[in-house]
Each structure stands twice: as C-alpha cells, then as structure tokens.
C-alpha cells in the first residue's frame, strides 16, 4: 500500500539547516502547505539573530521535523507521482 520511502536526510551543516526552514517559510507564505490550528504554533516562536541568521534556542522538535518534512516532501511526491505514471500497485 505505500510506497518504499527512503530516510529521511537530515542537514549537517547550519547553511543546510537554514535553508530548510527558508524552505518551509516561503512555502507557508505562497499558501502550499497549511497546519491545523495549533499545529504551527512553534513555528510563530522561531527567532532571528541580529544578523538575521536562525536563531537555535528558538527551534523546538516539531519546527525542526516540519522544515525537515517540508525539504524532503517532493522526492515523495515524485515516488508517488512515478507509481501512478506506471500503474504500479502500492507496496505493503
């Protein structure tokens, strides 16, 4: 039923780090991803420095998994889009 999904690949460096949460910012902002009420709460708490880098104390697990969730969701949605293309049944 659902599709073989590789692990997830999580940033190694704070550039990567940032530009995961550009990511998941500029996608709240065009209106292509929408939390519940109470779902994005932690994500009206994140900081910015002085220099206007992320601040890290600011970030809590559930920001941390959305902007990870958010990077990695369009090799998903080509996994997906590829089993349709071939008719392929989903997987258990």
């Known amino acids: 039923m659902y599709p073989k999904i ?3 690949d999580t940033p190694k460096t704070r550039a990567e780090f940032e530009l995961r949460f550009h990511h998941l910012r500029e996608a709240l902002k065009n209106g292509k991803l929408s939390f519940p009420p109470g ?3 932690s994500l009206y708490r994140l900081q910015l ?3 206007r880098r992320l601040n890290f104390l600011s970030v809590d697990e559930t920001a941390r ?3 990870n969730m958010m990077f990695q969701l369009p090799s998903f949605q080509d996994v997906l889009q590829g089993r349709e293309e071939q008719n392929l049944p989903s997987e258990e």
């Open 6 to 8: 590789q692990q997830m």
């Open 39 to 41: 779902v994005g709460e």
């Open 49 to 51: 420095l002085p220099n």
């Open 65 to 67: 998994l959305q902007a």
